[in-house]
């Protein structure tokens, strides 16, 4: 069978940011797009990449499979490792975080009064797997609040510490959260649970492209990343890390053939169904490098902090986080009084889309909705003064209480 895809000018450097950037991907040209971390948005070249494995594997569907497929698989998870901070004999590929949260959280023992610690900034579904296992077991699910607004990182440590207990056998905590975008202060958070001897499980799925990570060097038991959001793979690809000694203990979600001969054999044959996502990987990465990482970090972070400064003081509203723990996401208060009911959230949504072509992802947070608003190196601050327009239109014309 003929050589695997690659990348086109892997090598070739891209040194413009911004809209001068925009035709490397997919995106309607008009949108302004500022909600990367929703779904991520994947750039042609690796569209393209992860086209070609589904024309190679369709040449050839038993070859592929069961010759190509498993080495294919193990060389991307040794790529991927280098990347983040791992080995790749440590690293399996699921289609996407809660997938793996499932494998994690589903494959432990817990018994009658144990307890598991989490946060009210965890996803809706880590939070639903959580209160299904805790409920099977008969364990204690406890929430830490951490604040929001939030002033200062020792806040979300010291809400999680508080919570902690001679009877905490996990605690889930986020690398970046979905919902609010801040990026939690993990590593002091991983040294308390480590100095208490409490396993801890690290849903990264936004961090990934976003943050430089050295995974082995964290003090985790398991960290899943997403590769279809930041780091810009296509949709279907997330990876689950686990520590060496709890390798044994983790079975994925669905269970097949391989179960039997270890943690990577057990994940890496779910089944028949389409792996161009996983194997895209590298491809992603090596698109990525183009930029340059450093590169990729500084504009988008920059990008970042300027927007929400601009948008909090145009709009006269408060931010959700200070800078040390905003990533490429953030959020600010919407200056709106309208209430904060699911069909308002979804109004801002769609009229932002519609009628001014701005992409955000708009959120209830503590009884008050929220914008959030992502940078990426495709973005520039002329997308937020765009928003910022839009946002004082529709306040002015009340347009929310009307739709």
């Not at 965890?122 to 830490?144: K, P, Q, Y």
């Not at 490098?289 to 988008?300: D, L, S, T």
């Not at 931010?319 to 905003?326: E, Q, V």
Request: aromatic share 8%; glycine share 6%.
């Amino acid at each position: 069978m003929s050589a695997t895809p690659a990348l086109r000018d892997q090598n070739e450097p891209i040194t413009e940011t911004g809209h001068a950037v925009r035709d490397y991907w997919l995106l309607e040209p008009d949108i302004s797009y500022l909600n990367h971390g929703a779904f991520g948005a994947l750039a042609k070249d690796v569209h393209d990449v992860a086209n070609n494995w589904r024309i190679l594997m369709e040449r050839q569907p038993s070859e592929f499979i069961r010759e190509i497929l498993r080495p294919n698989l193990r060389k991307t998870a040794d790529f991927l490792g280098n990347y983040v901070g791992a080995q790749g004999e440590d690293i399996v590929f699921v289609d996407n975080a809660s997938t793996a949260i499932n494998a994690v959280l589903r494959s432990l023992v817990l018994l009658p009064g144990d307890e598991v610690v989490t946060t009210n900034h965890a996803h809706e579904t880590v939070l639903r797997t959580l209160e299904f296992i805790c409920e099977r077991a008969g364990a204690r699910l406890h929430i830490a609040t951490i604040p929001f607004p939030i002033e200062e990182p020792d806040d979300a440590v010291d809400a999680i510490t508080d919570r902690l207990s001679p009877r905490t056998r996990l605690v889930v905590i986020d690398h970046i959260t979905s919902l609010t975008g801040l990026a939690l202060p993990l590593q002091n958070i991983l040294d308390e649970c480590s100095e208490r001897a409490i396993p801890t499980l690290v849903d990264g799925a936004h961090a990934p492209g976003q943050v430089n990570l050295n995974i082995e060097k964290m003090g985790c038991g398991w960290y899943v990343g997403n590769a279809h959001k930041w780091l810009g793979a296509p949709r279907g690809s997330a990876f689950l890390w686990t520590q060496q000694d709890l390798q044994a203990r983790v079975r994925p979600t669905t269970i097949s053939n391989f179960i039997s001969d270890g943690y990577t054999a057990a994940f890496d044959w779910p089944g028949t169904k389409d792996f161009s996502s996983y194997l895209s990987i590298i491809a992603a990465i090596e698109f990525r490098a183009r930029f340059g990482e450093e590169k990729i970090a500084e504009y988008c972070q920059d990008l970042i902090i300027k927007a929400a400064d601009y948008l909090s003081t145009v709009l006269d509203v408060e931010r959700g986080a200070p800078n040390n723990m905003t990533g490429f996401m953030t959020s600010f208060a919407w200056p709106g009084k309208d209430k904060a009911t699911l069909e308002n959230v979804n109004n801002i949504r769609l009229i932002l889309r519609n009628e001014y072509q701005v992409e955000v992802e708009p959120k209830i947070i503590n009884g008050k909705i929220w914008i959030r608003i992502c940078a990426y190196i495709y973005n520039e601050m002329d997308d937020y003064k765009k928003l910022a327009r839009a946002v004082q239109d529709i306040v002015s014309k009340d347009l929310i209480s009307q739709a």
